[in-house]
């Protein structure tokens, strides 16, 4: 009795294209204090507006230096 040579080779499907930042708005905050950047991701994940590294509150927001074409509407 022989079993035939089954071979199922399932290939797993590739990862999807590799993650790209998550940042909508692209938008960062500095803490003053430490001059520590903080993704607005990053802080929305935190209960209070602070800074993760020091705990400074007073975070400035920056904006990094994209140049987007916005299409007016
Ligand atoms: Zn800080």
């Known amino acids: 009795m022989e079993a035939g040579p089954e071979e ?10 590799p993650p790209r930042e998550r940042n909508p708005g692209g938008l960062f905050y500095e803490c003053i204090n430490c001059g520590s950047k903080i993704s607005a991701d990053q802080l929305a994940m935190t209960p209070e507006i602070k800074c993760p590294f ?4 007073i975070l400035r927001k920056v904006r990094p230096p994209i140049v987007k074409h916005v299409k007016a509407r």
């Open 54 to 57: 020091c705990g400074y509150r």
């Open 8 to 17: 199922t080779i399932q290939e797993t499907p590739p990862a999807e294209a």
